[in-house]
């Protein structure tokens, strides 16, 4: 018999392990579909791992005013969005560290994360890692309370506020066909393309130092570090995709640890997120990005349906 | 069942109407108000298949040539000709606006549970909704000032009263149902038209600069 404490661990660290190494697979894919829809060939499917593996091989290069924040910065980023991994039931309805907390753990572990990198952007005293890091945090603060409104809206409507056992219930009760769930889910996919920096928010393609905003703030790191923030980002993407799904479309996945329910939940799983992220390419591909000052216009709808999901369900 | 995809479409529909009110892209928003139309179009459908009512086809095949195509279209080359593609400053900023858009959905859901069919289940969510999508409409109707948004906003409150009128009653008689068709259909050939006029004029769909003709 194998201790409690070992399983968690190695649940955790496969969850986890398994995330980061999907995660690049998942922009390059976003990638591609934009480039096709814009006929063009697009990257390889695994450019984003050639990247990883090619930015990692490199010395990092570090101004010389950079203290011990700037080289902390990714770290603790790319930690914390690893950390987050282990809080979300991604193939099974469990999520590995359940009993560590629920929906504010989770937006705390990766608000503590984007914290790191906004002091580390600030600690060189550029003029674009301050610029950056003030409009990622602007766009944070926006976009946190919409987050945490509609995912209440969900756990209103299991009664608890862990993860894990949140989508066992919605499992278990079926899709309970309330306005308040598509209410919740259109204003947390505005949250999930503010907060992954995609257009109209952000354009994650663009190096022009008018319009960029998470761009701005990593611009000073290279090799390893950018490496991290990098990959950091996409697993915070695809962390965001498997929230929507498995809140919003618990079908498919495993209730129980059979290799067939895995097969089963892994298929499902690839396909959800899959179809979201053609849902996010369509909307990079035909908005233009809005100016930043328009940016709280479009927070604001989806605070605002946020909170309608979490009040209808009492009207 | 039924049930189910009666309500995904009404809360699809109040998502389409708080996306316009946070919209400023005049596209955007005709779109927005197509796929409105497109789902009032399933309800109709949906209705007409579960309780067998086949003139309820009719509605549906009307509700989505005419306001889910036909209008889209015809507002788009409006848009198109003029050449102004955006509402430039309604007269609420957009939080504002979607804070008292919040309260109104609040009352409509409220005053819903007063009607006998809206205490509860589907018909209190379709009667809600309808209310919200109608105060939400007369809404952006006062607080915008180009001309187009507030052809949308009629529209709005027009398929709100549809939805009702699907949702609750047994139905309007066909006969009536064309009628409100067509008079939807000439407000907007005649909006469309009053719209070039103001824009010749004035080069701009500003309609609080009609209130210059005064003399």
Redesign the interface.
């Known amino acids: 018999m194998i201790p409690d404490a070992f399983l968690t661990i190695g649940a955790s660290l496969l969850q986890a392990g398994g995330m980061l190494a999907a995660a690049p697979l998942l922009r390059t894919a976003i990638k591609k579909m934009k480039a096709r829809l814009q006929n063009r060939q697009g990257p390889p499917l695994l450019q984003g791992y050639y990247d990883l593996a090619k930015l990692i091989r490199k010395e990092p290069v570090r101004s010389e005013t950079a203290s011990w924040v700037y080289v902390a910065g990714p770290r603790v980023y790319f930690a914390a969005a690893v950390a987050a991994t282990t809080l979300v039931p991604v193939l099974v309805a469990v999520a590995p560290l359940e009993a560590a907390g629920g929906i504010l753990l989770l937006v705390g572990t990766l608000a503590f994360g984007r914290f790191a990198l906004a002091t580390a952007a600030l600690d060189t005293g550029s003029p674009f890692g301050g610029m950056g890091a003030s409009r990622d945090m602007t766009i944070a603060a926006l976009a946190e309370p919409a987050l945490m409104l509609g995912l209440f809206a969900q756990a209103l409507a299991a009664g608890t506020m862990n993860l894990g056992v949140l989508v066992r219930a919605l499992v278990q009760q079926g899709?309970s066909?309330?306005?308040?769930?598509?209410?919740a889910f259109?204003g947390l996919f505005i949250i999930v393309i503010a907060e992954t920096g995609r257009i109209p928010v952000d354009n994650p393609a663009t190096h022009l130092e008018l319009t960029m905003i998470h761009e701005a703030m990593v611009l000073e790191y290279a090799g390893p570090d950018l490496a991290l923030v990098e990959w950091a980002s996409a697993v915070k993407e695809l962390l965001y995709l498997t929230l929507l799904v498995n809140l919003f479309m618990p079908v498919g996945i495993a209730t129980s640890v059979e290799t067939e329910a895995l097969f089963v939940a892994l298929m499902a799983w690839t396909g959800k997120v899959f179809l979201l992220a053609i849902a996010v390419t369509v909307v990079e591909s035909t908005n233009a990005k809005l100016r930043l000052f328009?940016v709280?216009?479009?927070v604001?709808?989806s605070?605002?349906?946020a909170?309608?999901a979490l009040?209808?369900r009492f009207? | 069942m039924t049930?189910?995809i009666l309500?995904?479409c009404?809360?699809?529909m109040?998502?389409t109407a708080?996306?316009m009110?946070?919209q400023?892209a005049l596209f955007t928003t005709i779109r927005l108000y197509g796929v409105q139309s497109l789902l009032l179009g399933i309800v109709a459908t949906t209705i007409a298949i579960a309780e067998s009512r086949p003139e309820l086809f009719v509605t549906a095949a009307l509700t989505v040539t005419l306001k889910a195509i036909l209008i889209p279209w015809f507002l788009m080359r409006t848009v198109d000709r003029i050449g102004i593609h955006r509402e430039i400053e309604p007269f609420l900023?957009?939080?504002a606006s979607?804070?008292v858009?919040?309260g109104l959905?609040?009352v409509g859901?409220?005053v819903s549970t007063g009607f006998q069919e809206g205490a509860r289940g589907v018909g209190h969510?379709l009667i809600?909704?309808a209310l919200s999508l109608l105060l939400i409409g007369l809404f952006l109707m006062v607080t915008r000032k180009k001309a187009i948004t507030q052809i949308l906003a009629l529209l709005t409150v027009e398929n709100a009263v549809f939805l009702v009128a699907l949702g609750v009653t047994s139905g309007m008689p066909l006969i009536v149902e064309l009628g409100i068709s067509f008079d939807v259909i000439l407000a907007v050939l005649v909006l469309g038209v009053l719209v070039r006029r103001i824009v010749g004029r004035f080069e701009s769909m500003d309609v609080s600069r009609l209130s210059k003709l005064k003399g």
């Open positions: 899709p066909w309330h306005p308040s769930d598509l209410l259109a328009r709280p216009e479009l604001s709808v605070l605002g349906l909170f309608l009040a209808i009207l | 049930a189910n309500i995904f009404a809360a699809g109040l998502v708080y996306l009110v946070g400023k900023s957009v939080p979607l804070l858009c919040l959905t609040v859901y409220r969510h809600g909704v």
